[in-house]
Nanobody, 115 residues
Framework: VQLQASGGGLVQAGGSLRLSCAAS????????MGWHRQAPGKQRELVAG???????NLADSVKGRFTISRDNAKNMVYLQMNSLKPEDTAVYYC??????????WGQGTQVTVSS
């Protein structure tokens, strides 16, 4: 399974970005997919997740600003990020969990928010 993340970049505080994650196989086969991020010197943390049934969860730090969605027909998962803050700066990783609890990770995409 390959997960290809894209959409990162440099944006000013208050701006928006949309991250995309393209999966090499049908995403309906995964129990859940999500986005994690890792800032320099910090541990990787869950930002947002979405189950195969469409249930979502968001980290408290991004609630009201980020939205996760999926397009099963295109095998894509998205992370819409609005009102970005400098503390959102990190490498963002797409991941997927199979029905057998196997985990898969994409290569990461850098998001940099300038103040």
């Amino acid at each position: 399974v390959q997960l290809q993340a894209s959409g990162g970049g440099l944006v000013q505080a208050g701006g928006s970005l949309r991250l995309s994650c393209a999966a090499s196989r049908t995403i309906s086969s995964f129990n859940a997919m999500g986005w994690h991020r890792q800032a320099p010197g910090k541990q990787r943390e869950l930002v947002a997740g979405i189950t195969s049934g469409g249930r979502t969860n968001l980290a408290d730090s991004v609630k009201g600003r980020f939205t996760i969605s999926r397009d099963n027909a295109k095998n894509m998962v998205y992370l819409q990020m609005n009102s970005l803050k400098p503390e959102d700066t990190a490498v963002y990783y797409c991941n997927a969990v199979s029905v057998f609890n196997d985990g898969y990770w994409g290569q990461g995409t850098q998001v940099t928010v300038s103040s």
